[in-house]
């Protein structure tokens, strides 16, 4: 269902306004986190067209504090096209000939690989369940957080609102077992998001593989760092005499 388009139609992703055209009645997100730091996702967007739509966007981050994300296996129910611009894959679902009102489900599974944060301090979950780049109202939001361990479920904060919100209103949540579950209790605005952060203990995922990696790549970058600048030096000190010009010794009669 899903292919990879080029069209200058995603370039009015880019900015973005209310659409009072269709509302989400329900959101749901469901994500099983591995022992990788690899969150495998599931979306289940409820959508209400007040007005005839084509369908609708959804815009999914490959940055994560400055650390790019691994975005792959897309798969959708409806026909779509994909844009990946680096930092964001931008996805229109939806048939363009074909316009739509009243309800229509949309269901969109991707796996989100987040791994090695590079942080020695504490590993941690912290994740958008809903981005700030919907141009619409969100009456409700269900989701459902399974981690591969047991964690400490009093270090579980969930905020709600504009870019940088510190607001942990609006979010009701249970734990079962290594399950976080809940729901919005009032709507989002546009451009409102909802945020979960869980600091978890050092060693709580293991990157043993992705650490290993990091450090030989890091240790062969000194060392092409180190062997580099004493190459040039030797050459030049060899090839030195071979280009210097020598300058001849010449003799004058007296006057």
Known sequence: MLKFSF???????????????????????NIKIDDKNIYEIKENIEVDFLQPRRG???VIPEEFNGKEIKVTNIQTNVQTAAKDEGNYIYLRLGDPNRYLTGIKDYIIKYRYSIGWDRNSSYDEVYYNLIGNDWDTTIKKVEF???????????????????YGSTNTNGVKWSVDGNTIKGYTTIALNPKESVTIALPLPEGYFDFGDQKITYYIFKSVLYLIYLIIPGMALNLLRKYKDRNSVIQTVEFYPPD
């Open 7 to 29: 069209s200058l139609f995603f370039l009015l992703v880019t900015t973005i306004f209310a659409d009072t055209g269709y509302i989400i009645d329900n959101y749901k997100v």
């Open 56 to 58: 609708i966007y959804r």
């Open 144 to 162: 459902s957080i399974e981690l591969p361990k047991s964690f400490d479920a009093k270090k579980i904060n969930f905020t709600l609102g504009n």
